[in-house]
């Protein structure tokens, strides 16, 4: 039984939630069902916690953070095996995300010794005359963060680490499917020094949570990862108060006339069908040129072969269990529309609970959910065009963010696809995995996985203060 984790506290609830594992269906643990009243508990440690946190000299900030990438690494087998049993991804992946958590901590430990300050020239101004002036940075406050289930401690530093370096007290609100790798990412940041009241961890389920979080006065700032559906609500909810989504995205790959199509079959086997398709970064579209389809199918099916359904926990194991049977119901329920609707299933299309089969289809139409929305399930769709002018028409009529890839030996046409398209990020000779998760907030899109972009995420993390002095007669 895991208790939530507010201000330095272990707080139980009059209800517990199952944590199930994916694979085997059976509980790896329970965790509180916390609710409003735990949120204000939260939120109120939280305000002292941030001042303490924006008391915290730079320097100590960096140690915190350093010494909990430190401390990751040293528990990095016993939480990739967290991650797997409550994920159920494979082993390998749970071992690239703990790394990449660490990674993560390590660059906002950098970005804290990176100048906060800048100038700022009064004198420039006709009645600015030997005045001397800068910004500087200061923290937010309280930052509430809500997290999705498919990369749980990934996301879990990637919003906690920024938010420390900026001075920040955080809250976060993981996934009730994957709550238990966040909490003792918890446990570790204590160890390393956060201040008790400056980290909070609640559990439970989002509408008793999320909404709470999104519409307290005191919470400065929300950051979310989830579904459209959700994400789009929160705004509401959260009425001024500073709020950025990351929301489900396309990931699209372009095989021009060029492409080796076995080499891009390669790459969609890896990448459509990594994490059991459960990820913002993996392939649901793959458009080829009519001369590289039949090629293309066929050795893509050749790769989708030897996959294997099985424990994720065994290193044999290449096709992991998707999240809980509601999802597994939902990816079916699509692929059976879009066939209903005329599409052709040149592999998988078949439910082995609690696995879905890798599935390519063709002739998706245009106005099945398949194909506009993203299935988070080991679906790809593949598609045939004739002239850059009319796959630019397909691509730009995706009506959510896309993430595209782009196969080609000719760079103007590698040029024109990137200019031309509407995308969130473009990779020539790519995949579209490389984790530079888009941040969408109004027509604001960032991204930050590399260290100047660490710097940028921190910058939104805190607000500009103007410091001014006016002429000194001293000589």
């Not at 009425?239 to 990351?246: F, N, Q």
């Not at 492409?259 to 990594?274: I, N």
Request: hydrophobic share 45%; aromatic share 6%.
């Amino acid at each position: 039984m895991q208790k939530m984790l507010i201000g330095g506290h272990l707080v139980g609830a009059e209800e517990w939630l199952a944590v199930l594992n994916p694979y085997t269906g059976e509980p790896v643990d329970h965790v509180a069902r916390g609710g409003a009243v735990h949120v204000d508990q939260a939120v109120a440690l939280a305000r002292h916690g941030a001042e303490k946190m924006r008391e915290m000299p730079l320097s100590q900030r960096a140690a915190i953070l350093r010494h909990v990438a430190e401390l990751i690494r040293q528990e990095r087998g016993a939480l990739a095996t967290l991650l797997t049993q409550e994920t159920g991804k494979l082993i390998g992946e749970s071992r690239i995300e703990v790394e990449r958590a660490a990674m993560v901590f390590e660059l906002a430990a950098e970005a804290c010794h990176h100048p906060r300050a800048t100038q700022f020239p009064p004198e420039s101004f006709t009645d600015g005359a030997s005045r001397f002036g800068f910004w500087a940075r200061e923290p937010l406050g309280v930052v509430a963060s809500i997290l999705a289930f498919n990369l749980p401690l990934a996301h879990a530093a990637q919003k906690a680490a920024p938010a420390i370096a900026a001075g920040n007290a955080v809250i976060l609100k993981p996934s009730t499917e994957a709550p238990l790798t966040v909490l003792r990412l918890g446990l570790l940041l204590y160890r390393a020094g956060m201040p008790p009241e400056a980290l909070s961890i609640l559990t439970g389920k989002g509408e008793d949570l999320g909404h709470a979080l999104a519409a307290h006065p005191l919470v400065q700032m929300l950051t979310f990862t989830g579904s459209r559906e959700v994400g789009l609500n929160l705004p509401v909810q959260a009425s001024a108060k500073r709020i950025e989504m990351e929301l489900d995205t396309l990931g699209v790959l372009v095989a021009c006339p060029t492409a080796d199509p076995e080499l891009v079959a390669e790459v969609v086997a890896c990448c459509g069908f990594m994490m059991a398709g459960q990820s913002a970064t993996s392939i649901q579209h793959v458009w080829a040129h009519q001369s590289l389809l039949e090629p293309l199918a066929n050795a893509l099916a050749e790769r989708l072969a030897p996959l294997r359904a099985g424990n994720p926990m065994d290193e044999t194991t290449s096709l992991p269990p998707l999240i809980h049977p509601r999802a597994l119901e939902r990816v079916a329920q699509w692929v059976d529309d879009a066939l209903q609707r005329g599409a052709r299933a040149l592999t998988g299309a078949k439910a082995e609970p609690p696995f879905y089969l890798p599935t390519v289809l063709t002739d998706v139409p245009p106005d099945s959910p398949l194909y506009a929305e993203a299935v988070f399930g080991p679906v790809v769709i593949l598609h045939a065009y004739e002239t850059p002018h009319e796959l630019l028409r397909q691509l730009n009529c995706l009506s959510i963010g896309v993430r595209l890839a782009v196969y080609t030996r000719d760079i103007a046409e590698a040029f024109e696809l990137a200019r031309h398209a509407r995308a969130l990020s473009v990779h020539i000779n790519d995949t579209p995995t490389l984790p530079i998760d888009p941040v969408v907030r109004g027509d604001l899109q960032e991204h930050h996985m590399c260290f100047e972009d660490m710097l940028q995420r921190i910058e939104r993390l805190s607000q500009p203060k103007y410091v001014g002095f006016g002429k000194m007669a001293l000589f």
